[in-house]
């Protein structure tokens, strides 16, 4: 049985990874691939994320073959230019089919295993549309847990040619929810030497 996060029950948040940037500091390298302690990022994150939601979806844009092998569906960017994050977001929430949606990086390997019954309180006290970690020093735009229903206004912001995720975040009743406890938890891979 999955745990209830102050009343959003597991089953009605799906886990979304992005992992469709390009990796410009890396070379282009796909980050989600690169191996850290024998596992590749994205299966750290995996590993993390699958206890907390009901379901999980990542968002990639090349090397699908082996995203398609975690067994999870896989979603392509349907902006035709790359986007940023905000485009990887939008493209999963379309085939969300749950009323909430964690979005979270690949390239964060140790996140918190408390990651969503934080940001679920913090949701729920505040009733807000988005509830956005703070790691005490700074928002974490790319680590949310925000309703489904959200997909539309992220396609009009894309299509406005507004993709950046801190100003969309903003232009909707946020909450942050503190990680200031756990603040290395939000550390990602960015470059070779962070590796």
Not at 39 to 51: E, G, M, N, R
Request: hydrophobic share 40%; charged share 15%.
């Amino acid at each position: 049985m999955q745990p209830q996060h102050s009343s959003i029950p597991a089953h009605q948040i799906t886990g979304v990874i992005l992992a469709g940037g390009q990796a410009r500091r890396m070379n282009g390298v796909d980050k989600g691939l690169l191996v850290l302690h024998g596992k590749p990022l994205i299966t750290h994150v995996i590993d993390t994320i699958k206890p907390q939601v009901g379901c999980l979806i990542i968002n990639a844009n090349r090397n699908l073959d082996h995203y398609h092998a975690y067994g999870y569906p896989v979603v392509q960017d349907t902006s035709p230019d790359p986007a940023g994050p905000l485009s990887g977001m939008a493209s999963a929430l379309f085939v969300t089919r749950t009323e909430y949606a964690l979005i979270v990086p690949c390239d964060s390997p140790h996140l918190p295993h408390d990651l969503v019954t934080r940001l679920a309180t913090a949701f729920m006290q505040a009733h807000a549309a988005i509830a956005v970690a703070h790691d005490g020093t700074r928002m974490q735009p790319v680590v949310i847990l925000l309703r489904r229903e959200l997909a539309a206004d992220m396609l009009q912001s894309l299509t406005r040619g507004h993709n950046k995720v801190e100003r969309w975040i903003t232009s909707h009743r946020f909450v942050l929810a503190d990680f200031s406890d756990q603040s290395q938890a939000f550390k990602n891979i960015n470059t070779a030497e962070d590796l």
